[in-house]
Structure formats: structure tokens, C-alpha cells
């Protein structure tokens, strides 16, 4: 639409400008026959000849004030165009997080979507943070978001209580735009000078799927092209593995936009990790028990370890040992060379403000992670 406005405005300008040179030609063409004329009347002209002077005059004064009207709308133009460059874009809009009514469910399933509803309409929507250290130092490098909602009374409601209820009754999306919108909000108050920091945002192949919200998913992307750095998008990898191809094509737009994805709830070491990173994904999380129960396995464990590594170095893509929770696990895990952890030992998950309100000072953020 508004190419064919600008078409339209610029065929009027076209036409306007040929038509004030029109005008110009002829009153030029009239005067060359009005000085003829003069010159044969010896410069003593008739009446005639002065109305046609004055026509003359006329139709120049009206070409000159059609190139003014032409240049005036034309910086008009300018004007609105300018104008329109800092109004706030439709598409810096979060996608919308109404939740519709459900029909076709179950009493219990009609019950959880409810408070739901009720938490996302009264904005008891909470961003908690857990973060992800390097290993050896612990130092939070990285922190995966996490959304709660609250009851009326202030209780939490446990994701266990409707994230089931809210797949069932295909909802699941009005979840994940949460975690995008207050992880966003989240970047957006660590700000520049912790552009180090990434946040991992769960999300759910129904969401890539759903063409609507997909939609306004890409734009509100777009309007954030500057995060495409700092936001991961995580799935599992049983999800991975079912995903349908109109996903798969919709990840990799979203893998244009310059995000990366990760994978957790591996089982296994041998997976194809060059067609995970041929779609973008950078990161992969293993279980700490996983990893420990295949390194006590002896030579042979080990050896799949070192393959498992080998493979992920070979793609680019970062390991992270996560569910770690005791101190005991640390000697193990260590001579594994692994580069990043994550889990209660680390820091446990927590509002958001209790880690961005000291991330000026990296000393009180490390303490703050030890102490959970």
C-alpha cells in the first residue's frame, strides 16, 4: 500500500511539472508572436495585442505558481516522511498476550487456564533468572529465563499446574511470549555495558509453528534486531527431533534474523550434531548425571565423552553441564573439561531483580549465585 501511495504522489508531481513546462512553451510561443506583432505595428500595439500581453503574463504567473505548489508539496512530503521515522513502529509492539477462551476442555484443564488468564490480565506475570557459569571461575556468563505466574493471594503457580493443561488446549504460545517479552525487558535493563550476558528462552514448537503468531513473532524480532546476539532460543531435544517441516522452515528464518538456538534433554552422545549446527544451534545442555554415569563407565565412557566433545567442537557448538547441585559432583565434572555450568550449586532460579539490581558489581553477582 504504501508503495503505491509513493507511486501515486510521484505520477502527480510528474504531471504537475509537465504540465507548469506546458504552460511555460506556450506562453513563451505566445510572447515570440506578441513581440512580432508589436515590432510590425511599430511598437504602437492595439488593444488586442495588450490583452494578449496580459494572457501571456497570466499563464506565466500560473506555471510559477504550480512549481511552487509542486516543490512546496514536495517538501511537505519530506516533512511527513520525517515525521513518520519517529513515531513508534507497529512492529516494536510485542506480539499480544491475550488469552483466548477455550472451548472443548476438561474441568480441571478449564480450571489452570483460568489462573492463567486471570495472572496474565492482572499482570502477576514474574521473570525468574538462573544463571550460567564458565567453569573453573564461576562466573555467570549466561542466564536462562524462566517465567512464574502468581495467584491472586501472591502464591506462585507451579509451571507443573498448567504448562500440561495449556499444550492440550494449544495455549502453550501465550507461555512462551511471556518469557520473550520479560527477557527482553531484562536485556534491555542489563543494557549495553553487559553485552557479554545471554538469555536462553524456552520455547515450544507449537509457537514456530502457529502462522499467526509466528507472524508477529518475526516482527517483534525485527524490532529487536539488536539483541539477535544476547537471546537463545532453547528447545528439547525430543522436540527437535518431531519437529515438522514448516518449523524447520520458520527456524531458519528466524536463524537469518541472526538467533541462535539450544538443545537440552539430550539421552545420548551421538546425535548429528552437523545438521543441528547447519540450523543454528550453538548450544547443548547435558544432565550432569548423564555425564557422570557414562565418565564411570570406565575407558569406554570416557572415550564417548571425548567424542561426544570432539564432535561438538568440530560444529561450534558450546557444551554446558547443567543440573548440577552438589559440590561432591564439581572433581568429576572438572576433568571433564567442560566450559560452562548450570544448576542449584551455581545459583538457583530467582526473580530477576535479585541479579540485575547488583550486575554493576561482578563480585556481589558471584557471591549472590554461591549463596543459593
Avoid at 511555460?24 to 510590425?40: Q, S
Wanted: charged share 25%; hydrophobic share 45%; aromatic share 10%.
Amino acid at each position: 500500500m504504501g508503495m503505491k501511495v509513493r507511486g501515486a504522489n510521484m505520477n502527480l508531481r510528474q504531471k504537475s511539472s509537465r504540465y507548469c513546462a506546458a504552460v511555460l512553451f506556450a506562453a513563451g510561443a505566445a510572447g515570440a508572436f506578441l513581440l512580432m506583432a508589436a515590432i510590425r505595428a511599430n511598437f504602437k500595439p492595439d488593444l488586442e495585442i495588450w490583452l494578449a500581453a496580459a494572457l501571456v503574463v497570466t499563464l506565466i504567473l500560473h506555471a510559477r505558481a504550480g512549481f511552487a505548489l509542486s516543490r512546496a508539496q514536495q517538501e511537505i512530503e519530506l516533512l511527513r516522511n520525517l515525521v513518520n521515522r519517529f513515531r513508534p513502529s507497529p512492529a516494536k509492539t510485542p506480539p499480544s498476550l491475550e488469552f483466548e477462551p477455550v472451548s472443548s476442555i476438561d474441568e480441571a484443564d478449564a480450571k489452570a487456564l483460568n489462573c492463567v488468564k486471570s495472572a496474565i490480565e492482572n499482570d502477576r506475570v514474574d521473570l525468574y533468572l538462573q544463571p550460567i557459569v564458565s567453569l573453573p571461575q564461576r562466573k555467570m556468563r549466561c542466564f536462562e529465563a524462566f517465567s512464574r505466574l502468581r495467584h491472586e493471594d501472591g502464591g506462585v503457580i507451579k509451571p507443573a499446574d498448567y504448562i500440561d493443561a495449556a499444550e492440550r488446549a494449544n495455549r502453550i504460545g501465550v507461555i512462551d511470549n511471556m518469557i520473550l517479552l520479560r527477557s527482553v525487558q531484562a536485556l534491555r535493563q542489563l543494557g549495553p555495558q553487559s553485552a557479554h550476558y545471554r538469555i536462553f528462552c524456552n520455547i515450544s514448537p507449537a509457537t514456530i509453528y502457529d502462522v499467526d503468531f509466528f507472524t508477529r513473532f518475526t516482527d517483534y524480532l525485527d524490532a529487536n534486531e539488536d539483541l539477535a546476539q544476547r537471546l537463545v532460543f532453547e528447545f528439547t531435544y525430543p522436540a527437535v527431533e518431531m519437529m515438522h517441516d514448516r518449523v524447520k522452515k520458520n527456524l531458519r528464518l528466524v536463524a537469518d534474523r541472526g538467533f541462535s538456538f539450544s538443545v537440552d534433554h539430550i539421552r545420548r552422545f551421538d546425535l548429528n550434531w552437523t545438521a543441528l549446527r547447519e540450523q543454528n544451534f550453538r548450544y547443548v545442555k547435558a544432565s550432569g548425571a548423564l555425564l557422570l554415569s557414562e565418565s564411570c563407565k570406565g575407558d569406554v565412557g570416557q572415550a564417548r565423552i571425548r567424542a561426544f566433545k570432539k564432535a561438538l567442537a568440530e560444529n561450534e557448538i558450546d557444551l554446558i553441564v547443567e543440573k548440577v547441585e552438589y559440590e561432591e559432583q564439581m572433581p568429576e565434572i572438572l576433568k571433564l573439561g567442560i566450559d560452562y555450568g548450570q544448576g542449584a550449586l551455581f545459583g538457583a532460579p530467582r526473580i530477576a531483580s535479585d541479579y540485575l539490581f547488583v550486575e554493576s558489581s561482578a563480585a556481589n553477582v558471584t557471591e549472590l549465585a554461591a549463596a543459593s
